[in-house]
């Protein structure tokens, strides 16, 4: 991710994909089958309740870490995902919603490209809010621009009690920096007062070992005396500091009291909590919110307290670790689905970074079905980073799973309907010794029309593998089919899934990949290989990686789209029109035609030739059978015409390498893959 990024409030492309194939609509139904089901999973949530359409009921904002800041309508205590919302807002690494010129709506304040301050001000009503960024950065009253640190969150408070809201950001030193508002609170103007305001340091780890980080900070008056207290979750603790005012409302003086945070049940996790103090139920009574925003395998990352006490003497109940219920397991989801229980409809399994793998059971109908949050079944795999296909791979009738991991190889879970509705068992699988490289991410369908289910593997490198099946004595066999793939490459983290999707009796091949993107390909029998569909899922972006999944959920006669998250969770797409519908568009000509390595196989040089139809950047690159790096050919420019680069394996061992080309021209980026074979 670049710092020039914006982070997009909500991007309108998750929502709606208006033709992604001619006759066919996916429309993203977050609420298909439960509110927020499949809303995408939470992961780093930074967050803010605040009443942003002044209805009387707070609303949820939730930035994570695709970038995406999502708005949840609240009524009546519960959060519905409105994936349309954007108010016009363009969110940085961090935002806060205030009323800074007191006008009765709430304005937002964000982080520029980098350590810079934006105001976003409110210029429509408090009921129909509507953002406008001037197009400058904030300054203070000396012309300096005011900077907080992109990856802390800041936050407002009357330090002063003056009647206007003061700025405070921390510092990964440790400190807290203040700019007082010497302004009025309808004319703000903000002063660099200190940079160690009341001479806070926060420092973890002891003495031998001192720890400070990125932090999120607010300010409570926790006991109700006038005066507000600081709370403060650190990069490095796991719970929350409290720092209490003992001073006056007009003069704070602050103390640091307690490193673990409420008493009563301290929160836990990984690190860098965000906190929010708010009446999340309505009784008068301020509860309190936190959100861990340490990079986990974690699905417990937004927890909530209740107030059973009173204001002026908190007592803080822990009620959920989720505070929004959807489909969620942890981070970097892979989708499978298939009647696993054998009663008729489809079911769905959920792999997961932390090495799980949970099957949710369809508890509705085969038109109208209904998921649980919570797994029917749960198992560990050693393995982390897991990715899964689902097929009947033995010809007993159930469907089995394939997955797979970081550690490059394949596992091969059997389906054992008999006696439990789910008992898979490990059992042995004829690709058991192939190495794939890190991240191997399985798929089972026909790719090269024979009717006859073939596996396709990605991997971190984007690199595909075919293994063509066929059926000897009643079992499956898989045979590697070197280069079946060359000229396909859609970046890091390939994730494949085969399926007919618009019934023309060609398979077509979706690949997902790092940045959130689904890439199309369809099978052409005359040529024996894949070929790209410009159009399909373009406007597909989940902005981290995506692993898709088509399966007819409803059984209303079309296939529906199922993307496994980064943040590790599930989005739905619903396919809304008819299914047997072709896409014809043509693919525009790649500027680089690669040709056949020579002498292949070689020994240890061999030179690769290429035409290029118009002037380009290129840069060439090795990667070894596993996906990992064997070396840098060129990166430099090009005239348009015929070229050729050589490459020296001496030092290596021999077997099958991969060459990619990455072509920039004015026209786009474009990557191309081929296999050359070294034998000593």
């Excluded at 429309?27 to 780093?44: M, Q």
């Excluded at 609170?185 to 926060?202: E, R």
């Excluded at 031998?208 to 507000?228: M, Q």
Aim: aromatic share 12%.
């Amino acid at each position: 991710m670049t710092a020039s990024r914006p982070f997009h409030l909500l991007l309108l492309l998750l929502s709606f994909i208006p033709s992604a194939l001619p006759g066919q609509t996916f429309t993203y139904a977050p609420h298909r089958f439960g509110v927020n089901l499949f809303a995408g999973g939470i992961d780093t949530p930074r967050f803010q309740f605040v009443d942003i359409d002044a209805d009387g009921d707070l609303d949820l904002f939730l930035l994570d870490r695709d970038g995406v800041a999502a708005f949840y309508r609240g009524q009546g205590g519960s959060y519905s995902l409105e994936p349309a919302a954007s108010f016009g807002l363009s969110i940085g690494a961090w935002f806060r919603f205030a009323d800074i010129d007191a006008d009765g709506d709430q304005d937002c304040f964000t982080s520029g490209d980098f350590s810079d301050v934006r105001l976003y001000l409110n210029t429509g009503t408090a009921a129909s809010p509507q953002f406008q960024w001037n197009g400058t950065t904030l300054k203070d009253t000396a012309g300096t621009e005011l900077m907080s640190e992109r990856f802390s969150v800041p936050t407002l408070a009357d330090i002063d009690a003056d009647g206007d809201l003061d700025l405070f950001t921390g510092s990964q030193s440790g400190s807290v920096t203040l700019y007082t508002n010497t302004g009025t609170p309808h004319a703000p103007a903000f002063a660099f007062t200190t940079a160690q305001f009341g001479g806070i340091l926060i420092v973890g780890g002891g003495l031998r070992k001192p720890l400070h980080g990125a932090s999120g900070i607010e300010f409570f008056d926790a006991d109700s005396n006038g005066t507000l207290d600081l709370f403060w979750g650190d990069y490095f603790n796991p719970s929350l500091y409290a720092v209490k005012n003992t001073g006056t409302p007009h003069a704070p003086v602050m103390a640091l009291t307690d490193s673990t945070y409420p008493k009563e049940e301290p929160v836990s996790t990984f690190g860098f909590n965000i906190p929010q103090h708010v009446d999340l139920d309505g009784d008068g009574v301020t509860d309190l919110v936190t959100a861990s925003v340490f990079p986990t395998e974690s699905y417990d990352t937004f927890w909530r307290y209740r107030n059973i006490g009173t204001n002026a003497q908190p007592y803080y109940e822990l009620q959920t670790k989720n505070l929004l219920t959807m489909l969620d397991a942890g981070a970097r989801a892979s989708v499978a689905a298939a009647d696993f229980d054998g009663d008729g409809d489809t079911d769905l399994c959920i792999a997961s970074a932390g090495g799980e793998i949970r099957i949710h059971a369809n508890s509705g109908t085969v038109t109208q079905p209904h998921f649980s949050s919570v797994p029917d079944h749960t198992m560990k795999v050693p393995d982390l980073y897991l990715t899964v296909a689902a097929r009947d791979m033995n010809f007993d009738g159930s469907p089995d799973l394939l997955i797979g991991g970081f550690s490059g190889t394949l596992r091969f879970y059997r389906n054992v309907p008999a006696g439990a509705p789910f008992t898979f068992s490990p059992q042995s699988f004829p690709l058991d010794a192939a190495a794939f490289g890190n991240s191997a991410a399985p798929a089972v369908g026909d790719a090269d029309g024979d009717a006859v289910p073939d596996v396709v593997v990605g991997n971190s490198a984007g690199v595909l593998a075919m293994y063509k099946g066929t059926v000897v004595n009643g079992a499956y066999t898989f045979t590697a089919v070197p280069g079946y793939f060359a000229g396909i490459d859609v970046g890091n983290e390939a994730m494949p899934f085969i399926t007919d999707i618009d019934a023309d009796g060609r398979s077509d091949l979706f690949i997902g990949n790092s940045d959130g993107r689904v890439a199309r390909y369809e099978f052409d029998p005359a040529a024996g290989k894949f070929s790209a569909v410009a159009s399909s899922f373009a406007s597909v972006d989940l902005r981290v990686n995506a692993s898709p999944c088509f399966t007819d959920i409803d059984a209303d006669g079309d296939a529906d789209l199922f993307l496994g998250s980064g943040k590790g969770g599930v989005c739905f797409y619903e396919n809304t029109g008819p299914s047997s519908v072709r896409d014809d568009v043509t693919v525009p000509v790649s500027p680089l035609t690669l040709f056949p390595n020579y002498p292949n196989p070689f020994n240890p040089v061999t030179t690769i030739p290429f035409f290029l139809s118009e002037d380009a950047y290129i840069r060439a690159e090795v990667f070894t059978p596993l996906g990992s790096a064997a070396g840098e050919l060129v990166r430099q420019p090009y005239r348009a015409g015929h070229h050729s680069v050589r490459w020296n394996a001496a030092g290596l061992p021999s077997g099958t390498y991969f060459v990619r080309f990455t072509v920039h021209t004015r026209h786009g980026l474009t990557r191309i893959t081929a296999p050359m074979l070294f034998i000593k």
